[in-house]
């Protein structure tokens, strides 16, 4: 039901206007919830193939050289399918939606939050071809995706849209003509050319293809920002260096310069302006995944510290078992509680109103459900899917969300991402006042987890970025005088 | 050594100095993991006369510290602004000076000018560990000259050239006490910690037998009131680091801010960034509080915990102010966050604290 739907009753459409979860909640979920517990029986069996002791070795290496190899987790989440999870079944993925995508990585951040982010940075970048209806571009890709993941191979997907002098303000509409892009791309014979610096590019020494995010013209980022294809063996690109990060290390930052690096006009993503509608889609979407990781982490957090509480005394009792451990352990588990709830609600909002529900409504989802599994290897076959000519019904489904609904999910994401962000956060606090100094030792894994922790805040926008964007977002709600 | 009107200066003279001569070694020692401090640095402390001399003379307690809890103060916050490490150090050997009898000090044995310190440093668990219910080392007798331990020694803080262990354990009639031990050569203990204060290493051991000889039992005192006596002496400086910390975080966090340009103006001038700094103040100012009012008879550790958890809000703030910048190593607040981190945990659990 959206809020703007003209047949509803007076009533019923105040209180969906007031509870958009809700109203996303009363159709119920059972086919969500199998997929749920059928993505997390996936993380179980990566976590097989990579056990979270190895991952933390894995930490302390990158931590020496963020270049170390991570194709043990890639090939093992290729080996389990992680990468095809939410990609259409027409296309040889699982199908699965957002919702069981979010808890996988949910459970995943669980036990490393720089490996969940690792798997996810890459949905970021499919989401971008979504928001920008290049239906075309993105059936390409998940072909791809899913048949390296047969190999055993991953092809990784990365977004570059921060700049040295550019961050949070790239992302807004309203801050992106001050924004001071140094990264431009000038139209020439076929198609573009490249030329800047990107930053802080989560896989970019590791993706097979990076959406780079660029206006036409820098002074006028909104009416010209947009996004292209740039393959990682382009000779124009170069990876200039991989970041020394304080945490999530499994998910290494690169920099990338861009000289006169040519694309050509099929590489470009969607005509339209990538700022605005399409750009709060993304973001809508992608804050969801953050706010997962941060519940991950509240959840990760509580497990590791009720099984130290139990194995350690406090004058003489079992330190789960005094009233300074129990009340401690109950902070931890409602802190969970709170982030899952924060999540899932943002995530349904984002499926019922956000560029999810793109994909509920989309040809392909549709087709989706009616290709049977058996069918999904011939249906790579699925040729006429490619087809630009799906761009422009594709395009105008978004140009057809109301400015609305885009706005209420787009505040879900981003509210429920910075009070995720600060749930983990406090987790974290919590284990250490819980455990004192026993929390500071490497071998425990709740330093790392801290490390890990300490990004929430600040990608996909800083927490106070977000605050402004749920400010205005949510003056477009109903009720909220103008 | 009491702190007076005239000293203030001159130790503050005498750190800043020292930093300058040390500058470039701090910056190395402050940026990697597995650093620490050369001799030639920690022997110069030694000469400067920083490091603790044992604080019992003739097996007494003594009510006179060699280095006032102010003075220590002043030393440790002035080294904090440009390594937070050297300063935890510095505070774990004046800790471990204060639970030992001169007589086993770690410096100065005959009287004569400070020898190496570096060849007769402490390594002691600055927390209540000290004093456990079930204490990690086993003691085997109640004669010295035979006795021996053997468990696990724990969290304990000092530079990777330490020599001698300051642990609790529990005597063979059930008692607890506390043992001074002197490492073999060639023993190596395991890093346990590489969260934050990097060169003031956090050590893990399960002693062998022959890895070390008993050098002194302390027992049949007021332990309790030893080990708080001891937190009370680094307790004014442990919120001097703290100030100092939170101080470097807004020096970052301001030198960023005003030239970071976002939004047409620079970031400093956003009421968000604004907010941020003012968090990083507040930190400095609940800081300098602690260290004044723990420097008082009788105060309660309760304005530590106040002064640490200021530092972590402070750092963390730092961070977010730099945002992506500041969680990459280099723009120096990502360290500033993982010190003020592990401070906040090395007295122990800060609800029990006071």
Not at chain 1, 7 to 25: G, I, K, M, T, V
Not at chain 1, 302 to 322: F, H, I, M, P
Not at chain 2, 67 to 89: E, K, M, R
Request: glycine share 8%.
């Amino acid at each position: 039901m959206s809020p703007t739907e003209p047949d509803a009753s007076r009533s019923d459409a105040a209180f969906r206007l007031e509870h958009p979860s809700l109203a996303a909640l009363a159709q119920g979920f059972p086919r969500e919830v199998a997929e749920a517990q059928r993505a997390e029986k996936v993380v179980a069996r990566l976590l097989e193939r990579v056990s979270p002791e190895q991952l933390l070795a894995l930490d302390r290496e990158l931590q020496q050289n963020p270049r170390t190899s991570l194709a043990a987790v890639l090939t093992a989440a290729s080996t389990e399918g992680f990468w095809s999870l939410a990609i259409p079944r027409g296309l040889g993925g699982s199908g699965l939606s957002m919702f069981a995508l979010n808890f996988a990585l949910e459970q995943l951040a669980s036990h490393c939050l720089g490996t969940a982010n690792l798997l996810a940075a890459h949905g970021l970048a499919l989401a971008v071809v979504g928001a920008t209806g290049s239906l075309g571009q993105g059936v390409q890709l998940c072909q791809r995706i899913v048949a390296d993941e047969r190999r055993g191979q991953a092809y990784l997907l990365a977004t570059a849209a921060t700049e040295p002098d550019a961050g949070s303000d790239v992302e807004d509409v309203d801050e992106l003509p001050k924004a001071r892009f140094k990264t431009v791309a000038k139209a020439c014979s076929g198609g573009f050319r490249l030329t800047g610096r990107k930053t802080f590019i989560s896989n970019g020494h590791l993706a097979a293809q990076i959406v780079v995010v660029a206006p036409l013209d820098p002074k006028h980022p909104v009416e010209t920002l947009s996004a292209f294809l740039v393959s990682a063996d382009n000779p124009g690109l170069q990876i200039s260096h991989v970041e020394h990060k304080l945490g999530q290390r499994a998910c290494p930052a690169a920099e990338i310069a861009l000289h006169d690096c040519f694309v050509s006009s099929e590489q470009r993503l969607g005509t339209a302006p990538l700022a605005g509608r399409a750009l709060d889609l993304v973001l809508g979407a992608s804050r969801c995944t953050v706010a997962a990781f941060g519940a991950g982490v509240a959840f990760g957090a509580y497990r590791d510290a009720r099984l130290a509480a139990s194995q350690r005394t406090l004058a003489g009792v079992r330190l789960d078992e005094t009233p300074f451990g129990g009340a401690l352990l109950a902070r931890l588990y409602d802190n969970a509680r709170l982030a899952r709830a924060s999540w899932l609600d943002a995530t349904f909002v984002n499926a019922k109103f956000g560029l999810t529900s793109l994909m509920e409504i989309a040809a392909l989802r549709q087709l989706d459900r009616l290709v049977p599994t058996a069918w999904t290897s011939r249906s790579l076959s699925l040729k006429w899917l490619e087809t630009p000519l799906l761009d422009a019904p594709a395009r105008r489904s978004i140009d057809q969300l109301p400015t609305r609904d885009i706005a209420v999910a787009s505040a879900h994401g981003a509210a429920a991402k910075i009070r995720n962000s600060e749930l983990a956060l406090d987790s974290c606090r919590l284990v250490g006042d819980l455990l004192g100094v026993v929390a500071t030792d490497e071998a425990s894994g709740l330093p790392k987890r801290l490390r890990d922790a300490r990004l929430l805040p600040i990608y996909e926008g800083t927490n106070e970025i977000n605050a402004l964007d749920v400010a205005k977002k949510t003056r477009l709600f109903p009720g909220v005088p103008r | 050594m009491k702190l007076t009107p005239s000293l203030l200066p001159l130790a503050r003279d005498s750190v800043r100095g020292f930093l300058q001569a040390f500058s470039a070694e701090l910056v190395s020692y402050e940026s990697s993991p597995l650093s620490s401090p050369s001799e030639v640095l920690w022997n110069e402390m030694g000469e400067l006369g920083w490091c603790a001399e044992g604080t019992a003379p003739g097996g007494q307690e003594s009510s006179e510290p060699d280095l006032d809890a102010t003075l220590l103060a002043v030393l440790a916050g002035t080294l904090a602004t440009s390594s937070p490490a050297l300063a935890s150090l510095l505070l774990s050997q004046h800790f471990a000076a204060r639970l030992v009898t001169r007589d086993s000090s770690p410096l100065r044995e005959d009287g004569s000018p400070a020898p190496a310190a570096a060849q007769q440093s402490f390594a002691v668990p600055l927390y209540s560990n000290l004093l456990a219910d079930e204490p990690e080392l086993s003691l085997s007798s109640l004669d010295q000259a035979d006795a021996s331990v053997q468990g696990t020694v724990s969290y304990l803080v000092g530079p990777p050239c330490f020599s001698r262990v300051v642990a609790g354990a529990r005597r063979p009639d059930g008692e607890r006490c506390l043992v001074e031990l002197q490492l073999a050569p060639g023993v190596s203990f395991q890093r346990c910690s590489l969260l934050g204060l990097w060169g003031a290493s956090c050590w893990n051991q399960q002693l062998a037998p022959g890895q070390v000889t008993v050098r002194q039992v302390i027992s049949g005192v007021d332990l309790e009131g030893r080990v708080q006596a001891a937190q009370k002496l680094i307790a004014p400086a442990l919120a001097a680091i703290a100030e100092g910390l939170a101080q470097t975080a807004v020096a970052r966090s301001l030198s960023y801010a005003e030239l970071r340009i976002q939004g047409g103006q620079p970031i400093v001038l956003h009421p968000a960034v604004a907010t941020l700094l003012e968090t990083e103040r507040r930190a400095i100012r609940t800081a300098q509080a602690a260290r004044s009012s723990l420097a008082q008879a009788g105060a309660s550790l309760g304005a530590l915990t106040d002064a640490l958890e200021g530092a972590c809000e402070a750092t963390s703030a730092a961070i977010q102010v730099l945002g992506g910048a500041g969680y990459m190593r280099g723009a120096d607040v990502e360290r500033l966050y993982r010190d003020a981190q592990q401070l906040r945990l090395v007295l122990g659990r800060p609800g029990l604290r006071s």
